[in-house]
């Protein structure tokens, strides 16, 4: 990227080079508004976002400790502020940490038929449209917070402190950009593969440098921790994974990233047998999962489906839904041959949905994977689904009870219960829940964790106090002691809600075009100057 100075003298020649027309233009301002607007499109978003992304999985790749992580958020100004925050939090930096955008939060929140399940209801062009609203809010981030420095900058030149000058400078020059990648949710494709890279398309040219897709059958679609889920078979899944690849190639995102993600631990039905031409194949495997009975020529009963296998008529049993289901107990196994297969076929990482998060589980399937796939990598959902607090009160009572500690204290189906908040095992396991991305980062071969759903619960919970507050005796109050209070001490950059919805960026480009003539709002009477 060019430097201040370097933006400013292209500037100026190209200025110059346009004649006396061109006088009133101010080429540092010029300068400005590039540096401010650094990115041009979505495409310029998803190359740059698919290096670092490519940067960051070769860097887990030498030392499992470097894993990444995102937080799933609904809405631009949702994922702007957690930029931000990790900015003001974290020396400036982004490093390893990225947005993950929820096709369930895009169901519930942004479809214009209003709140639905995870079951690809919604407009699939919603999508698209809420990776080009989180792009164009971390955009104006990056336009807001250098617009800050440019006033600093004028300020240290007016007071004539020139090593002030320079260090603002230094701070222009390596500007840390709120962009970041996102990992988005195609859901099982929307449709056949055609559907798939349409759809795809699109959201690359929003700015998507990752793509996750599951397994599951399109119109079946089910959320990953709900029951009725429906796989296709393996080939049909590949073609998708192509369509996804060929979207990426031909928008010359060359980089681009696809997460497999399998649902099949949960997901004990298909709604198609798999073609096979030899045993062994592909196909042929995923068959074997399903759960059949032996029958006789003569047992045949009128449109029954029969499987010839090793010389014996299998009948795979059927569901009055006319769906087939699978043997009980396979999901690991059929978990395991689905990653394997996606690595193989042009994925480049995995995601497994669990039913519960716990690291042997995860890791024991990993393993499997790595046999075959020894640079396989897995994103993992730590699912807001999950009861956190007693699945893992639970696995340190189960631990303790193996090891043969007395565990007669506690009853293991109401280890919820506040009564074991200060308990010693609720303090061991709340300790294995903050070590749990690490742990799985070492031990079961995740390099990206996200929380799928976070923003939604905490949108949810924050409004509540509010309301309960504000609505009841504490009046205004409510507001003052539970946001705004807090917003000062804590430097929340929205409580200037002026600042942060782009009043100083307007002002500055009216002093651009109208120089002494501008109208600006930054004046003395601007309420906002009572924040500082």
């Not at 559907?195 to 399109?218: D, H, P, R």
């Not at 298909?270 to 995923?286: F, N, S, W």
């Not at 068959?287 to 020529?297: G, I, Y």
Request: hydrophobic fraction near 35%; proline fraction near 3%; aromatic fraction near 8%.
């Amino acid at each position: 990227m060019s430097t201040y100075a370097q933006e400013i003298e292209k500037a100026a020649q190209l200025c110059k080079a346009n004649g006396p027309s061109w006088d009133s233009i101010n080429p540092e301002s010029v300068a400005r508004m590039r540096l401010q607007n650094r990115f041009q499109n979505g495409l310029d978003i998803a190359r740059y976002t698919a290096d670092i992304m490519r940067k960051d999985m070769a860097a887990y790749d030498k030392d499992s400790s470097k894993y990444t992580q995102s937080l799933g958020c609904w809405h631009g100004f949702i994922g702007q502020q957690k930029m931000i925050s990790i900015k003001k939090h974290f020396e400036g930096k982004t490093d390893r940490r990225y947005l993950y955008l929820s096709g369930w939060m895009v169901a519930a929140l942004r479809s214009e038929f209003g709140p639905l399940p995870d079951q690809s209801m919604h407009e699939k062009t919603a999508v698209a449209s809420l990776i080009e609203e989180l792009y164009t809010f971390l955009r104006q981030a990056d336009a807001r917070e250098l617009g800050g420095l440019f006033r600093e900058l004028d300020a240290a030149r007016e007071a004539g402190d020139q090593v002030k000058e320079k260090a603002i400078q230094n701070k222009i020059d390596n500007h840390v950009t709120h962009i970041v990648p996102i990992i988005a949710d195609i859901d099982a494709g929307f449709g056949n593969a055609e559907a798939t890279y349409l759809l795809a398309k699109k959201m690359i040219e929003a700015g998507a440098c990752c793509i996750q897709i599951e397994n599951q059958v399109s119109d079946e679609k089910q959320c990953g921790h709900q029951d009725g889920k429906v796989t296709v078979p393996h080939e049909d899944f590949l073609a998708k994974i192509r369509a996804v690849r060929y979207a990426f190639l031909e928008l010359g995102v060359d980089n681009g990233v696809i997460v497999a993600r399998t649902d099949s631990l949960g997901a004990g039905l298909t709604k198609q047998i798999a073609v096979t031409r030899e045993p062994g194949d592909l196909g042929d495997q995923y068959n074997a999962f399903l759960d059949c009975e032996e029958v006789a020529p003569g047992d045949l009963a009128n449109g029954d489906v029969i499987i010839n296998r090793d010389g014996k008529l299998l009948r795979p049993k059927r569901l009055p839904s006319n769906l087939f289901q699978f043997k009980k107990g396979t999901g690991e196994a059929r978990c395991v041959l689905d990653s394997v297969t996606s690595l193989q076929n042009g994925a480049d990482l995995i995601w497994i949905e669990t039913e519960k998060p716990h690291v042997r589980q995860i890791g024991a399937m990993m393993d499997e994977i790595r046999k075959q796939v020894p640079d396989a990598k897995l994103v993992y959902n730590n699912s807001p689904s999950f009861n956190w607090t007693l699945n893992f009160r639970q696995q340190v009572f189960d631990a303790w009870q193996e090891e043969g500690k007395d565990v007669s204290a506690y009853k293991r189906d109401n280890l919820m219960s506040a009564e074991y908040d200060d308990t010693e095992l609720s303090k061991a396991a709340d300790e294995k829940i903050r070590t749990f991305q690490a742990d799985a980062a070492r031990e079961a071969g995740i390099f990206h964790h996200l929380i799928t759903l976070p923003t939604y619960h905490t949108a949810a919970l924050s409004t509540d106090n509010l309301a309960k507050e504000y609505f009841g005796e504490k009046g205004m109050l409510g507001y003052v002691e539970g946001v705004q209070r807090k917003e000062i001490r804590q430097g929340i950059a929205c409580v200037k809600h002026q600042n942060m919805a782009g009043s100083d960026m307007g002002d500055d480009h009216k002093e651009y075009f109208a120089g002494e003539a501008a109208l600006k709002a930054a004046g003395k009477d601007n309420t906002m100057n009572q924040f500082g």
